[in-house]
């Protein structure tokens, strides 16, 4: 991986860090080279961010682990910036209505702050 940052993940209020802070460090370490790996390469392949269909302007940052899939919902600020909304543990194959119900509610309250 470059160095060279492309674009950067912003975290935004404290929606990802309540996620973030009580999963293990081996979760932790996983997502950290994921965010990375987004920042730093110029086709992110699906495989780790992928749009949500059906969504404005959501995306998903992709994370496994084994058989523990990990899912941060994000959007972009001006096409370089990518802001963090919530993450959550993925237990089934689509991705909560609950949890894309609050990352567009995350996602108002950072552009009406903008």
Known sequence: MRNEKIRTVFLYKDYFTDFFIVQKQKVKD???WTFKLIETIQQVPEEYLKHLEGTDGLYEIRVQIG????RIICFFDEGKLIVLANGFQKKTQKTPKSEIV?????KR???AEQ
């Open 30 to 32: 996983k997502i950290i």
């Open 67 to 70: 058989s523990d899939i990990f």
């Open 102 to 106: 609050k990352a567009h509610k995350i």
């Open 109 to 111: 309250e950072y552009e």
